[in-house]
């Protein structure tokens, strides 16, 4: 290889790790690299060598050299869409072979890529042991894609096809599984309906609109809990109270009777033991009124879908407290010896 090929191919390993930047890289740059040194230390010689050997591929200036925006080392693969007819996708590489790797064996098949971008993980960069490299024609590009000896990477084989392939074949990936994704939702989802329609009380949650603002903290009382804990004392006084004035409203129907506070909206749901409950204590508020702290409360039964989802997340909240008793159990437990 005479030494015009020798800089560019050079130039060619050392741009392909370095990001393109308005005003190129400078020669001088260049000349600290060991491997060019060797070749020249004259920036005159290296800049004649890329006008002549690498104008298609480098943009050449008095003191500085960057890759032309057809090559550019890229980082959003999205710009191979404009070359789509002379890319190529391969996969079969080993994940520590290098550029110089690659070219190498490019270059041994007589089938020498404009451009070779290594694909990697986003994370941690390694290498995927997959590329895109771009020809300089479709024609080019369709003769690497049939020739023979592109099928073997030494022992590995070589998935080749153009690259508007592979990305159609990753679209109907992708999309079989998010297919795949939804239909386990939704059986997921249809599981968990038969579950809320063992547990859920038709009829039996009561809406109670136009609370005064943090009138009572958030959290649930049934007239049944006993909790002498100090700390929550503020919180059981105002539910308490609360459920003094359902009580002397609502008599026999509050028995048993949740509350569910939803103080970010100022509203309360009343969720009653028994189906049909909340019809009965909605005419019942309705006819006589219910007026809390001088605010005129507004009764509503949650019906249909607010009913389910209502009852869902009821069911989510019961198992989640489950399991977190469960596991605190599970650290108080001691090892046998």
Not at 224 to 244: C, G, I, R, V, W
Not at 252 to 274: H, I
Request: charged share 35%.
């Amino acid at each position: 290889m005479d030494l015009q090929k020798k800089i560019v191919k050079q130039f060619e390993v050392f741009l392909s790790k370095l990001h393109n930047t308005s005003s190129g890289v400078p020669f001088a740059v260049f000349l600290t690299f060991n491997r060019l040194k060797s070749l020249t230390q004259d920036s005159q010689v290296l800049k004649e060598a890329l006008e002549k050997g690498g104008e298609d591929t480098f943009e050449v200036r008095d003191d500085a050299v960057r890759r032309t925006k057809r090559f550019e080392l890229v980082e959003n693969e999205d710009i191979f869409d404009k070359y789509i007819d002379e890319t190529l996708y391969l996969k079969g590489f080993n994940s520590d072979a290098t550029l110089e790797n690659l070219e190498n064996w490019f270059k041994e098949m007589n089938h020498e890529p404009k451009s070779i971008h290594m694909r990697k993980f986003p994370r941690d960069k390694k290498f995927k042991g997959s590329i895109f490299a771009t020809f300089g024609s479709h024609e080019a590009a369709d003769a690497f894609l049939n020739c023979k000896e592109g099928e073997k990477y030494g022992n590995n084989c070589v998935i080749r096809m153009w690259q508007k392939d592979y990305k159609a074949q990753k679209a109907e990936e992708i999309g079989a599984r998010e297919d795949e994704k939804k239909k386990r939702q939704e059986l997921n989802e249809k599981s968990q309906l038969k579950e809320v329609e063992k547990i859920m009380v038709k009829n039996a949650l009561l809406e109670l609109s136009n609370m005064p603002e943090k009138a009572i903290k958030a959290g649930g009382k049934r007239d049944h809990d006993n909790d002498d804990d100090d700390a929550k004392e503020p919180k059981q006084t105002q539910l308490m109270e609360f459920k003094t004035v359902i009580s002397e409203k609502l008599g026999e129907m509050a028995k048993g009777l949740w509350l569910d506070v939803q103080p970010e909206e100022n509203k309360v749901v009343l969720r009653f033991k028994t189906a049909e409950a909340a019809v009965n204590a909605e005419n019942k508020l309705k006819e006589s009124g219910l007026v809390y702290k001088e605010r005129e409360l507004i009764p509503r039964i949650i019906q249909g879908q607010e009913e389910t989802e209502y009852w869902l997340k009821y069911m989510k909240a019961k198992s989640g407290r489950s399991n977190h008793k469960r596991n605190q159990g599970h650290g108080k437990r001691h090892r046998r010896t």
